[in-house]
């Protein structure tokens, strides 16, 4: 962490005295000074990766310096000092934004510690945030191009994203498994970090998913039995990280025991994505959307519920004609839901849907189990 760019802020001229030459001595780059005010001008001419703050500051508090930073300088990780120790004051200065707080009278290697975990906490979450954007992007990508000539661009999204994202995710993988196993002894810290990972293993499942679905639709996948319920769980982790942000719950019913369909998983799996995405944009903040999968007699059941708007039953009729759409502004082109139905009649199935204005939709969809499941 040498090189780094460290504000220290305190009144006490002997405090700064000691924390200069100290962390200057450890390859810091510092830069001291006695004030609130004083502080905001350095960081509004300069970028400081941690700024250590004494909480007792003339004029401007360090509560207040901590708010201030928080908004000015979001990028600078602030560590609090203080003499007096509360478990209020250091609850507040959390809240505002601070990363942690270290008591009066320290040692320097205290400080030091907390500097380096603040840093590797920063530069984890900062390669954690560029990963999860390369992967939206990706999803956004891939959902532009699922419709016919979708399958060569899809094999080359396959390529950069094993390029691109799966190493490096490895690389904060190992790290962050490592300061784990370091800092044991440090339960805040472990927290960040059980975060980070399960962030970055979150990452890694969507990636593998959107591999798989690249694959399918290269035309690598040929017709075969398939489990439904296998593809509605991957379309649900491309999808999950959208309806989060949209505020969306999304759950999966399945047994162990489905049986197989015969057909091609690429085809299906866009019948999925389709139809999750209609439901999101159909579904506000705080709704639910559901699968449900079983089996009834020699079919597979698939039923996608949503609690959105609902369609008008004037309109039902009409839904799955080519380019019709109630979306027009929106960018919709009509195609999705035809679409849907030539993949479900290719595969000897049937689609059904039941909705109801204010109250939600359902689409039903049965899909034949395969003969040799049948046989079987």
Same mark, same amino acid.
């Given at each position: ?14 405090? %700064? ?37 004494? %909480? ?259 309109? %039902? ?60």
């Amino acid at each position: 962490m040498a090189g780094e760019r460290v504000l220290i802020v305190d009144d006490d001229p002997f405090t %700064l005295e000691l924390l200069t030459e100290s962390l200057s001595e450890q390859g810091f780059r510092t830069v001291a000074v006695q004030d609130g005010e004083r502080a905001l001008e350095v960081l509004r001419q300069g970028n400081f990766r941690v700024a250590l703050i004494d %909480l007792s500051l003339p004029g401007m508090g360090g509560m207040d310096l901590v708010r201030e930073v928080n908004l000015t300088a979001p990028e600078t990780t602030m560590v609090i000092m203080t003499g007096y120790p509360t478990q209020e004051s250091a609850i507040q200065a959390l809240r505002q934004g601070a990363y942690d707080y270290i008591v009066k009278p320290f040692k320097i290697h205290e400080v030091t510690a907390t500097l380096e975990k603040a840093l590797a906490q920063q530069t984890l979450k900062a390669e954690v945030g560029a990963l999860r954007a390369r992967v939206r992007e990706l999803e956004l990508e891939l959902k532009r191009h699922q419709e016919g000539t979708a399958g060569g661009i899809a094999g080359q999204l396959a390529g950069g994203v094993a390029h691109e994202v799966n190493n490096p995710l490895q690389i904060i993988l190992s790290r962050v498994q490592l300061l784990m196993m370091r800092h044991r002894d440090v339960p805040r810290l472990q927290d960040d970090l059980r975060l980070i990972e399960s962030n970055v293993k979150r990452i890694s499942r969507i990636i593998r998913s959107l591999l798989d679905f690249a694959r399918y639709n290269s035309g690598e996948m040929e017709w075969s039995d398939i489990d439904v319920a296998h593809l509605a769980r991957q379309t649900c982790t491309l999808i999950q990280h959208q309806l989060d942000k949209s505020g969306i719950s999304l759950t999966l019913e399945a047994p162990a025991d489905l049986p197989k369909v015969y057909g091609n998983a690429g085809e299906i799996e866009q019948v999925f994505l389709n139809l999750l995405l209609n439901a999101q944009h159909a579904t506000t903040s705080g709704g639910r959307i559901e699968i449900r999968i079983r089996t009834v007699e020699k079919s597979v059941v698939v039923q996608v519920c949503d609690t959105g708007t609902g369609i008008p039953k004037e309109v %039902l009729p009409k839904i799955f004609e080519p380019f019709f759409t109630t979306r027009s502004a929106e960018g919709g082109t009509g195609l999705g839901l035809s679409i849907i139905y030539g993949i479900i009649q290719k595969h000897r199935g049937k689609i059904e849907v039941e909705s109801q204005v204010g109250v939600g939709t359902t689409f039903t969809i049965h899909f034949p189990i395969s003969e040799r499941e049948d046989e079987g």
